[in-house]
């Protein structure tokens, strides 16, 4: 990932937004980011793992590839991911919202967002009950709950609901909040959601012996903006 991203902040928000990585970001970027409440960025999450799966069912698609092996093979694709980037309690709630709304969907059962969103948080904390204090596990579960409360209203609407619902957590613990962080989630929201694929997609590309190819380069590009937006 580094001879991929590079190392500067443009490399290290790629690498961050990619696969989770926190370090890197000079001072000014790191605080930049912090004032304009994107920091979430930088740490895997929900979004990381839908991007990953819709690509994935995509090109199963694509190939015609039987319902039932598409479901296996996002099973394993998000096992793997997750083996890479770590149990993080945003990713383990999505892993495990994934892994019940894909097994819904094959045998017929009820996928209603908030259903899937209660069933997964029951079972982490049967199985972890220690992930109750976790601040990273609680803003996962408040923003999904405000995202999935005013989906159907636009992004707007459910970035402003999402940011209502961590409010309470982020005060607790001294984050920035206010209309400049709904503006800036809005405004990198599109941003925000092909970096990862153009993350993966340059890994990739490094892999087979292709070097830093174009999907590197527009990944920093991207990033480029996004910490622009965050310094603006």
């Known amino acids: 990932m580094r001879r991929v991203a590079g190392d ?9 937004m990619t696969l989770g990585s926190d370090q890197g970001l000079s001072p000014s970027a790191a605080q930049d980011m912090k004032a304009a409440g994107l920091t979430h960025l930088t740490a895997v999450s929900g979004a990381n793992c839908a991007i990953l799966l819709a690509l994935v069912h995509w090109i199963g698609g ?3 590839i039987p319902r ?16 890479v980037v770590g ?10 919202m ?5 097994a819904a969907g094959l045998i017929g059962g009820r996928r209603a967002a908030a259903h899937v969103l209660q069933v997964s948080v029951l079972i982490l904390l049967l199985i972890d009950p220690w992930l109750a204090y976790s ?15 005013l989906i159907d209203r636009g992004p707007l609407a459910a970035t402003l609901a999402a940011q209502i619902a961590t409010f309470p957590i982020l005060v607790a613990i ?34 087979v012996g292709w070097g830093v190819a174009v999907p590197s380069r527009l990944g920093r590009a991207v990033t480029g903006v996004i910490l622009r937006v965050a310094a603006w």
């Open 8 to 16: 500067d902040d443009p490399g290290w928000l790629l690498s961050g």
């Open 62 to 64: 694509w190939l015609r």
């Open 68 to 83: 039932a092996t598409r479901a296996a093979l996002s099973a394993m694709a998000l096992g793997a991911f997750l083996a």
């Open 87 to 96: 149990p993080q309690p945003s990713v383990l709630r999505a892993s495990v």
């Open 98 to 102: 994934a892994g019940l709304a894909l």
């Open 135 to 149: 601040v990273g596990f609680m803003l996962s579960i408040a923003a999904t709950a405000g995202l999935i409360a």
């Open 174 to 207: 001294g984050g920035a909040v206010g209309p400049r962080t709904v503006i800036a989630n809005v405004l990198v929201a599109p941003l925000a959601a092909i970096v990862p694929v153009l993350g993966l997609a340059g890994l990739f590309a490094e892999r």
